[in-house]
């Protein structure tokens, strides 16, 4: 079948779940299936089996039909002087990346691949970022354009293949990270970089504290920074750019280097999602400002993005050394009271782990585990969860898209 | 409701001198940097606190009153241009910087303050707000988060939507929104890259938190020669093939230098017929490494001369004439209209071939200054407001110009905005599903439709009356017939 007969099956797929107000779960290779609220995420963790490879575009699962996405599938357009790349969603991202690879490019935000092969769709609605995130920038910064497969079954282009695109609202952003709530994202266009010419990783020994102090002072500093972490007493840096910036801040940072495959090896890990913390089977994704000290927990972190991604391998929502004081607590409380459901604010939370985060200015996301009370993402400002549910009615009336992914509820 | 009865509600809100009604106070806001379009605005208000905004947006909300937010008003689309029964809200009062981390490496900004100023404020750090608008001495950030607005470093360091962290502002229903956040990669939907470049439609920011980075050691710019247009084109493309990513790629046509020239002597070689500012820019030994690549491809491409800039004073010679390619227009013409297209740098040679074709037909010159590296064309089109005729030849011409962005996989704005200017052009780029989308996401903010209306995404009627000409995603029906 070529591309545009399962695009029209797509569409009249979603066209005839509008119209009968049945559920759809989108999915591409399900290499995120854990990822997301809400008890359709929790049951398809452990139960779905799909066909790798079918002609037929949906599968049943429970009250929920599944729409798979991965026929959909291909590059429609990659030319590397204009640093773009124009993919269909289904299109896995071992083939994007092998094509930028061909022409010495890359995806500079490094999306996870959890030990699998994603879609690029699957990719963009997660939005999540690799170690580069805070030195290249997050999936959403490389989007350019967004086509979007809404409920009522139009096909809508957002941005386009150029860097600078400022007509209309700026919604193929507002795609990236949407977990499919609004609709399919069916193609995307991401900025493209070339690979750096050279790379290196330093590890430096040092307590978690010194290893945060001096992931700022750097950043701070003109240094071809791409990548600062931190485990068990040692600082990982990785430099990249042009080998004479990279050995002048090589020479500059100290430490010892890593050998390349070994480096090459620590970062996947962490990118991926494939270090040893994420065997745990509890789980805390913290993502606070770069500058926050050593939360004092019992367990120790995986610190990436310099500071600014935490990971916690401990039940510490109600980790007793997680109690924050009755002052910061106090002083992030929400200014607008909270009413009820998902509008309720975590932030005013009496202990655990949101109410730290919360109180360093950051979030808590319920990685792997229970689910929390309050849902796995850490609750949404209440004008954002107002806003969030009227763009949620506006573009999928009658909730057929992934619901209660994001939300509960919703 | 009248001017007075309105006047009277917002100083029950405001100090009385926070308000203008009189005529001769309300000349000076009836345009922005599009002074094409003039409108007096009901009433000026000019609030001091983040509560008076609210107060005002509260107060209009209540009396359904249209708010038109402005910043610096050097926006280039239109996009603060006055309603005719509504309330200009100027935020230039709110122009403190409320805090410079340099360990955070963050500035926390009231809507007011000068885009220049942060980078000022930033540089006893060693740090610097990356994006430049040329406007920068006098554009706010405010006005910069409205429009997304970009520079001329946009291809390495971003445009505003990949420098702000985090905005605080209100709803038209005075309800307190803050996107984003210190912390990376807030949970729920993105609505700081929504509400960045919503052009005044969704929100009105009140605090604007963004990223500040480290300033280069160096940089050092090559300025190429070129003895046509569509080589230097090809250079272009033969620097990003290449895998170099300039600090900034810049090119101007030779009626572009020829107007600027006379007025800084910035040293441009006029003999050619376009040339290109490549700025390399990082640690000394990467700043060398980088020139010398740029040189050997840019030798390559055909370039007929090259000087390298061998001091910061030189360099930000080279840089001038480009920065002030605006005022240039206005010292060779008596009035200018600056096109803000984009398209695939493949295309900047075809592009370049048909605005030539269209000076001819429209009998008006066009200077070209492009933000080459990201394909953003700044064509000017020369013409005399005060001669009959001349302005409609210079709309139509501008609007073919945005028809053909679009037709070679483009857009009609690359960072001015779509404001009033190019709304009709946003039916020939949007289809009335989209259009219809764009709506649905005003709607989830300003149900009223009180904030800017009329800018930024025409009315499905609208579209309707333009649409003699409909144009979309490339696809011109009957495109056989000559049609210009």
């Known amino acids: ?410 | 409701m009248s001017q007075s009865e309105i006047a009277a509600a917002l100083r029950q809100v405001l100090p009385a001198d926070c308000v203008l009604s009189q005529d001769e106070e309300l000349r000076p806001y009836e345009c922005d940097g599009l002074s094409v379009f003039r409108q007096k605005p009901l009433l000026v208000a000019l609030p001091r606190t983040e509560d008076e905004v609210r107060q005002v947006l509260v107060t209009c909300r209540r009396l359904e009153v249209p708010v038109v937010a402005r910043g610096a008003g050097t926006g280039l689309s239109g996009g603060s241009t006055p309603h005719e029964s509504g309330v200009l809200l100027s935020l230039a009062r709110l122009n403190r910087i409320l805090e410079i981390d340099p360990v955070a490496r963050i500035a926390r900004l009231q809507p007011g303050v000068r885009n220049l100023k942060v980078s000022e404020a930033a540089a006893p750090h060693g740090l610097y707000y990356a994006p430049d608008p040329s406007s920068q001495i006098a554009c706010s950030i405010g006005g910069n988060v409205a429009e997304n607005s970009g520079g001329v470093h946009c291809l390495k360091y971003g445009l505003t939507v990949h420098n702000v962290l985090a905005t605080r502002g209100f709803t038209i229903d005075g309800d307190l929104i803050e996107l984003g956040g210190r912390a990376p990669d807030h949970p729920g939907l993105d609505l700081l890259a929504l509400a960045i470049g919503s052009e005044g439609l969704l929100v009105v920011v009140t605090e604007v938190t963004v990223k500040l980075i480290p300033r280069p050691q160096l940089a050092r710019v090559v300025m190429a020669s070129f003895a046509d247009v569509q080589a230097a084109g090809n250079a272009v493309a033969a620097i990003i093939g290449a895998g170099i990513i300039p600090a900034g790629l810049e090119m101007m046509d030779r009626k572009a230098t020829a107007a600027v020239e006379p007025f800084v002597n910035a040293g441009y070689d006029l003999s050619a017929e376009a040339i290109l500012l490549a700025e390399a820019d990082g640690t000394p030994e990467e700043v060398t490494d980088q020139i010398a690549e740029i040189e050997k491809v840019l030798q390559a491409a055909g370039a007929t001369a090259m000087v390298v800039s061998s001091s910061e004073a030189e360099r930000l010679r080279f840089w001038s004439g480009r920065k002030n390619a605006f005022p240039a227009a206005g010292r060779v013409s008596p009035d200018y209209y600056c096109m803000d297209g984009t398209i695939p740098r493949k295309n900047l040679g075809p592009m370049l071939k048909a605005i030539e074709d269209m000076e001819t037909r429209y009998s008006l010159r066009c200077m070209n200054v492009f933000h080459a590296g990201d394909g953003n064309l700044h064509p000017l089109i020369l013409f005399d407001a005060n001669t009959p005729g001349e302005w409609d030849r210079a709309d139509k011409f501008g609007a073919e110009i945005l028809e053909l962005c679009v037709r070679l996989g483009g857009t009609i704005t690359g960072e001015h905005g779509v404001g009033i200017e190019k709304i009709n052009s946003m039916c020939v780029q949007f289809s009335d599903a989209e259009r219809a989308a764009f709506f649905n996401v005003k709607a989830a903010f300003d149900a009223t439709g009180l904030l800017n209306p009329g800018k930024a995404i025409p009315t499905l009627a609208r579209c309707a009356e333009y649409g003699k000409m409909h144009v979309h995603a490339g696809a011109l029906p009957h495109a056989d017939i000559p049609r210009f």
């Not at chain 1, 809400?38 to 699962?61: F, I, M, R, V």
């Not at chain 1, 009496?350 to 919360?358: D, H, K």
């Open chain 1, 1 to 410: 079948m070529d591309a545009t007969a399962i695009l029209s099956e797509l569409r009249e797929r979603v066209m005839a779940a509008h119209q009968q107000r049945q559920p759809l779960r989108l999915r591409g290779a399900g290499t995120k299936d854990f990822y997301g609220a809400g008890p359709l995420g929790d049951a398809s963790a452990s139960t779905a089996t799909l066909p790798t490879s079918s002609a037929s575009t949906t599968a049943q699962l429970g009250a929920t039909s599944v729409l798979d996405l991965r026929p959909y599938r291909g590059i429609v357009d990659y030319e590397p002087s204009e640093l773009v790349i124009t993919a269909r969603c289904g299109t896995p991202l071992s083939e994007i990346e092998t094509a930028l690879a061909d022409r010495g490019q890359f995806l500079a935000f490094e999306p996870p691949a959890f030990g699998g092969d994603p879609t690029i769709g699957g990719a963009i609605a997660a939005g999540l970022s690799g170690p580069r995130r805070m030195y290249a920038g997050a999936a959403r910064d490389f989007v350019l354009g967004a086509t979007l497969l809404d409920a009522r079954g139009d096909i809508l282009r957002f941005g386009g293949q150029v860097m600078k695109n400022v007509a209309g609202f700026d919604v193929s952003r507002l795609l990236c990270g949407s977990l499919g709530i609004l609709g399919v994202i069916t193609e995307v266009s991401l900025k493209v970089l070339p690979r750096p010419r050279a790379e290196e990783t330093l590890r430096l020994e040092m307590p978690a504290k010194q290893a945060v102090e001096a992931f700022n002072r750097w950043s701070g500093q003109p240094l071809p920074l791409s990548g600062a972490a931190w485990w068990d007493g040692v600082a990982w840096v990785r430099l990249s750019g042009a080998a004479s910036a990279v050995r002048a801040a090589q020479e500059r940072l100290g430490g010892e280097r890593v050998d390349p495959t070994a480096a090459t090896q620590w970062w996947n890990a962490l990118r991926h999602c494939q270090h040893p913390i994420f065997e745990s089977n509890t789980l805390w994704r913290l993502s606070l400002p770069d500058t926050t000290p050593p939360l004092s927990l019992s367990s120790q972190p995986l610190i990436d993005w310099g500071g600014a991604l935490r990971w916690y391998a401990t039940d510490l929502q109600h980790d007793a050394s997680a109690a924050p004081s009755a002052e910061s607590a106090a002083s992030m409380a929400p200014t607008t009271s909270a009413p009820s459901g998902i509008e309720e604010d975590g932030r005013a939370a009496p202990s655990g782990i949101r109410s730290m985060a919360s109180a360093a200015g950051g979030t808590a996301m319920c990685w792997r585990g229970a689910t929390p009370a309050g849902g796995r993402f850490h609750p949404l400002q209440p004008t954002v969860a107002t806003l969030t549910r009227r763009l949620k009615d506006r573009f999928d009336p009658h909730g057929i898209f992934n619901p209660g992914r994001m939300i509960a509820g919703l």
